[in-house]
């Protein structure tokens, strides 16, 4: 081709249309025809339908109505389903929830339901050896030292009188001892735990075999229990109220003792890798209410001196345990009625033996409210003594509640629970009771009075007879 048909060429195709945008075109006029005459012959149809000079024969059948829908009734199945695919968060929280609940319940009655028996020897010998140190009078002492004894240990109490020594003699348990201590001197109380070592290392066949023949195993000391225990409410006063004598004594029997008892047995405590056990009650201490002083300040120090304890011992073989303890219910047990003589006894009487006798407030439940169940306490001590249990543990009703209201909750809300009341309502009653009038009598009460009056009266003319006569 030559170059001039080439120009050529080039011009036609710079000034011929583009048929493919003239093809897009005809394609949208022929789209707006059609659907014009769609339209059109809709609305044809529709106005010939509705013609009255239309035959019925050459009309268009007309479609059938349709059935009513009736909405059956869901049942609670499908009910259910409907409301949790609706809330799937709350449904998995409260699966979570009531899971981990049963889980719990599950996993403490398998603990409670398996046998906690201690190590005995081949020929059947105990050879685990506790040391109790409680007031003998106290009930708790000897409901741990029973409970102890039927799971196979040698249980030793702390004494220091004759009286408290016929006391545990009483029980008739030939594995629950009196182990005889004097706190007060400390040449005689080194002497004493150097004879239990002795004891330990080289039992007698008479304390450990029941055959004279069978071999004689040495012991081992499992544990050793503290129950440095509240004072009584003797003690329950305001601050002005209490002599410098008081608070001695309070400090010298709750928290000298005990303290000295445990010092004498520490080395032995740990060579033997024995577990040490501290039971304090918890529920007057957490809240700290008025008129407490002792108990608060005594609590207050064992807490204190525990924590200290544990930080030393921490590289020792000695795990050292606190039990805080709420309310306990004494009226499950067999012996309840014998707990509660020996309760009045030590409340009555102010012990200087190790683990002074209890005010009996905190260990059972107060009123008519029921407390926890013994079990509970007997359970955990055996797993803290084998090693199950370490650091902090809440046994009984309320102590754990009460430590988390003493610790998180105000003291403005602590003081109106315990029924406190500021300085201004104070003030406010007083002045409504200097505003009230006095009232008069009642005629119950005016007749009481008239036959007080009487009784007076005729018990005196009785004593004048006696005398004459």
């Known amino acids: 081709?030559?170059?001039?048909?080439?120009?050529?060429?080039?011009m036609l195709e710079e000034y011929m249309p583009d048929f493919s945008a003239v093809s897009h075109e005809i394609n949208k006029v022929a789209d707006y025809i059609d659907s014009v005459s769609d339209s059109i012959s809709s609305a044809l149809r529709e106005s010939i339908d509705r013609s009255s000079w239309i035959p019925a024969s050459m009309r268009k059948p007309s479609a059938p109505p349709r059935?009513?829908?009736v909405a059956t009734p869901l049942g609670y199945f499908d009910c259910s389903r409907d409301w949790i695919s609706r809330h799937r968060t709350v449904t998995v929280a409260v699966a979570c929830f009531?899971?981990?609940?049963?889980?719990?319940?599950?996993?403490?009655?398998?603990?409670?339901?398996a046998k906690r028996r201690a190590r005995r020897a081949k020929n059947g010998q105990r050879t685990e050896v506790v040391v109790l140190a409680g007031s003998p009078h106290a009930p708790m002492t000897r409901s741990l030292s029973l409970d102890l004894e039927r799971r196979g240990f040698v249980v030793y109490i702390p004494v220091n009188s004759l009286s408290e020594e016929r006391l545990i003699q009483a029980e008739a348990k030939a594995d629950i001892r009196p182990l005889h201590l004097d706190v007060t001197e400390p040449a005689s109380l080194s002497s004493t735990v150097d004879k239990f070592t002795t004891l330990l290392s080289a039992p007698p066949r008479s304390l450990t075999s029941r055959s004279p023949t069978s071999t004689a195993y040495p012991l081992h000391l499992a544990s050793f229990l503290l129950l440095p225990q509240t004072p009584p409410q003797l003690f329950t006063s305001p601050i002005s109220f209490l002599s410098p004598t008081s608070w001695s004594d309070t400090f010298t029997t709750h928290l000298l003792s005990p303290f000295t008892?445990?010092?004498?047995?520490?080395?032995?405590?740990?060579?033997?890798?024995?577990?040490l056990l501290f039971l304090t009650p918890s529920i007057t201490a957490s809240l700290s209410p008025p008129n407490h002083a002792p108990e608060n300040v005594v609590s207050s120090a064992l807490n204190t001196y525990i924590s200290t304890l544990r930080k030393e011992l921490a590289d020792k073989t000695v795990d050292v345990t606190q039990f805080k303890l709420g309310a306990f219910d004494y009226r499950s047990d067999t012996d309840a009625h014998n707990m509660q003589v020996a309760l009045r006894h030590s409340a009555g009487s102010q012990s200087s033996s190790v683990g002074a006798s209890s005010g009996g407030e905190q260990w059972i439940s107060a009123g008519g409210a029921k407390g926890s169940s013994l079990r509970e306490l007997h359970l955990e001590v055996f797993d803290a003594i084998v090693g199950k249990r370490t650091g902090t543990v809440f046994v009984g009703k309320g102590s754990r509640l009460y430590d988390i209201v003493g610790q998180w909750v105000p003291e403005g809300m602590v003081?109106?629970?315990?029924?406190?009341?500021?300085?201004?309502?104070?003030?406010?009653?007083?002045?409504?009771?200097?505003?009230?009038?006095?009232?008069?009598?009642?005629?119950?009460?005016?007749?009481?009075?008239?036959?007080?009056?009487?009784e007076a009266q005729s018990s005196r003319e009785w004593e004048k007879v006696d005398e004459q006569g």
């Open 415 to 454: 003081g109106w629970m315990l029924g406190l009341r500021s300085r201004k309502q104070q003030q406010q009653q007083q002045q409504q009771q200097q505003q009230q009038p006095q009232k008069k009598p009642k005629k119950d009460e005016r007749d009481a009075h008239a036959r007080g009056e009487r």
């Open 1 to 10: 081709m030559s170059g001039h048909d080439r120009d050529l060429s080039e």
């Open 98 to 113: 009531f899971g981990t609940g049963f889980f719990l319940i599950w996993r403490r009655r398998k603990a409670n339901r």
């Open 67 to 69: 059935a009513p829908v």
């Open 261 to 275: 008892t445990l010092q004498a047995f520490l080395p032995l405590l740990i060579s033997q890798g024995s577990s």
